[in-house]
């Protein structure tokens, strides 16, 4: 308080940015639980994360038969995960359980769309107020919306050394995003893939992901 009296100035809204530094981040009482808060980012930012995130399927793995074998709906079993803050980006995907090398971790669903519905969606969400939408490309005419129907996949952040990888899987004809962990992931860890955004030299988004070989740009 500038006078030193709480009674004297009454009340006023804490700002987001002084509320981050007494935030914590990650699963409680594990090692990848921190204080630290994230970098803020801004609304454009946001919005231009997730335009982005639209076409990224165009440049994620496409899966191999090995892949589908353990991605078999009768066969695989999604790994136990919750929602949590992320000293990456808002809210990510934790495990609550080990997760072994290839394993599958995740299916990232949503609504099943051409690319005419998906340009019609973009304008109507932004009409709504939404910073961009969870759309991945996953066809030259194919896309799943995951803004309104999707899981907790779409809540799973970049990183430049990431513990996953996103293929695109085709099920009995029809396009799935399966999620696979690249290496061992430890309970209490952050559930990553890189984005593997088309790089823009004049539009660049900070990437925040603290991996020691951290490209510093999304883009």
């Known amino acids: 308080?500038?006078?030193?009296?709480?009674?004297?100035?009454?009340?006023?809204?804490?700002?987001?940015?002084?509320?981050?530094?007494?935030?914590a981040y990650g699963i409680p009482g594990t090692s990848y639980a921190t204080d630290k808060a994230p970098a803020p980012s801004s609304r454009a930012s946001r919005a231009k994360r997730r335009e982005l995130q639209s076409r990224m399927a165009e440049y994620q793995d496409v899966a191999t038969d090995a892949d589908i074998l353990l991605y078999n709906?009768?066969?695989?079993?999604?790994?136990?995960?919750?929602?949590?803050k992320s000293k990456i980006h808002h809210y990510g995907l934790f495990a609550l359980e080990r997760i072994k090398a290839n394993e599958f971790v995740i299916q990232y669903t949503g609504e099943?769309?051409?690319?005419?519905?998906?340009d019609l969606r973009e304008r109507k969400y932004k009409a709504e107020g939404i910073d961009g939408s969870y759309m991945f490309r996953v066809g030259d005419d194919t896309i799943i919306d995951a803004t309104k129907m999707g899981n907790n996949?779409?809540?799973?952040?970049?990183?430049?050394?990431?513990?996953?990888?996103?293929?695109?899987?085709?099920?009995?004809?029809?396009?799935?995003?399966?999620?696979?962990?690249?290496?061992?992931?430890?309970?209490?860890?952050?559930?990553?893939?890189?984005?593997?955004?088309?790089i823009d030299k004049h539009d660049k988004i900070p990437c925040h992901c603290g991996a020691s070989n951290c490209r510093g740009f999304l883009n």
């Open 153 to 198: 996949a779409r809540l799973i952040n970049h990183s430049c050394d990431p513990n996953c990888n996103a293929k695109i899987l085709t099920i009995k004809g029809k396009k799935k995003i399966a999620i696979y962990a690249k290496r061992d992931i430890e309970f209490g860890e952050e559930i990553t893939y890189d984005y593997k955004f088309p």
């Open 73 to 84: 709906p009768l066969k695989a079993r999604e790994k136990e995960l919750t929602i949590a």
């Open 1 to 23: 308080h500038k006078t030193g009296c709480a009674r004297t100035e009454g009340y006023y809204k804490i700002p987001p940015e002084e509320k981050r530094k007494y935030v």
């Open 112 to 118: 099943l769309i051409r690319q005419a519905v998906a």
